[in-house]
């Protein structure tokens, strides 16, 4: 069995919450309901370290601020890409779960922790996209 593998938001978009938390810290001195703002970067500090996929031996699964979504391999159909170049897995049901921190240029890394159970279309050299 091989050690999961985990894609995460990077940990230095902590530093733009310490800077609010410091920010808000005079606020949050002034009565005594204000500390409560405090709760804004706490919040988005969890999200940020919550927020991620996980790959391992039985699937893949999503992870969300308040909760998470694990389709297996059996489940998997593919993988779709949105518009902005999120990526959406596919089941065999027909639901589609997001991966929340993966982009397009990210499908290389997550094909190679699969373990060859997915396979990422590789363009042929000098071929061009069509034209749209």
Not at 8 to 32: D, G, K, Q
Not at 62 to 91: F, H, M, N, P, Q
């Amino acid at each position: 069995m091989t050690p999961p593998a985990r894609f995460r938001m990077e940990r230095n978009a902590l530093l733009p919450l310490v800077v609010l938390a410091f920010c808000i810290l005079p606020t949050a001195a002034v009565a005594w309901w204000t500390p409560v703002l405090l709760l804004v970067p706490a919040a988005i500090a969890v999200a940020v370290l919550r927020r991620g996929v996980d790959v391992t031996d039985d699937g893949i699964t999503a992870r969300a601020v308040l909760g998470s979504r694990t389709v297996t391999w059996t489940e998997l159909a593919g993988i779709r890409v949105g518009a902005r170049g999120d990526l959406w897995l596919v089941t065999a049901a027909a639901t589609e779960v997001r991966l929340p921190v993966l982009r397009t240029h990210d499908l290389p890394r997550l094909a190679a922790v699969s373990g060859g159970r997915l396979e990422i279309p590789v363009a042929p050299a000098g071929s061009r996209p069509p034209a749209q």
